[in-house]
């Protein structure tokens, strides 16, 4: 359906621009599979310069799959900490602990085998098989959906399946032979460097002369994508509880449950005032805000007291927008001083909650959510 002349110089083109400007990636540097996949995982939703060093750390820390098949959970969180989307790490574990005993520790090639591997959806299957064992197969994603929609004016939604699977088939009629390392490599460059999302720089891109959109003067209006509905709000109340006794100059954190949200991460106590966005922060005063934060420590068998407002802080996730308000919390040492912890874990979420009293050093030890980075740290430069 489109024509075989514009597809040809199209190839032609792009793969002769990424020749000659590809950038010096870390991941570039080798054709190992096991790097093109973790540096895939962490582009999800990540930009390449924030990507780059924790790569780099990451793949001295665990530099083999068997290394990180290997290596305790928390390990693998705390390197990550701060990339975000933490189940993408834990699935990459789980993934090199499936690679470890079912291929014997070697990156399988074929696709269902990369497919079945935890956290590989298909453009991560079509991106490890292409880049890294230079086998003809589609790796589309939003930005490559996005230079297709352009080229080729497709006004269809990307967020259908359908469109997807359209621009798939399309992407396996442009690689050119033997090539397909390169040109899957290419056209997220030319999403990433020229055709972007906003202000596209068509005098620079070196597919303009045939480019549909561009043509048409369509190139600001693609791709056609239905807005994503806005992340739900949750209010939440946070405390830092300050130690006293044994524990001064130390704050109380606790682990979240093993499956869920940041599963397995350490935060502050906190509790949701509301989940369903029909109260927030604004419209409870502080002494009342202060009486719940106290009573929820309470419950969860934490003799401590709400004492004073310490900051305000936001986290986003992709469907939840965390509103949390942080208050110091005076903790009153117990005759038993651990007891708390033993008695309350059953009550918690989760029934390997855990609890510690940490100081600025000890944040090196556990991985956190970075909103309680940002917390922590203003706590403890203040
Ligand atoms: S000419 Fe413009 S719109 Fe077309 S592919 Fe190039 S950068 Fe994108």
Redesign the pocket.
Known sequence: MYNTEHKRYFSHELLDWYDRNKRDLPWRRHRDPYYIWVSEIMLQQTRVDTVIPYFQRFIERFPTIEALADAPEDEVLKCWEGLGYYSRARNLQQAARQVKEQYGGMMPSGKDEVAGLKGVGPYTAGAIRSIAFNIPAPAVDGNVMR?LS??FLIEEDIMKVRTRTHMEELVMTLIPEGRASDFSQALME?GAL??TPKS???LT?P??HH?A??FEGK?EQLPIKTKAKPPRPEYRLTAIVEGSGQHQGKILVRRRPATGLLAGMWELPHVTVSADGSANLASLPEEAAMERLTGALREEGIPATAASYFMDAEHVFSHIRWHMRVYRCQYQELPSAEAWVAETAAAYEAPEAQYQWIDAQDMERYAFPNVFIRILGAYFAS
């Open positions: 230079v352009r080229y030319l020229v055709c596209p720089k068509c891109c597919v303009m480019c959109a561009r190139e």
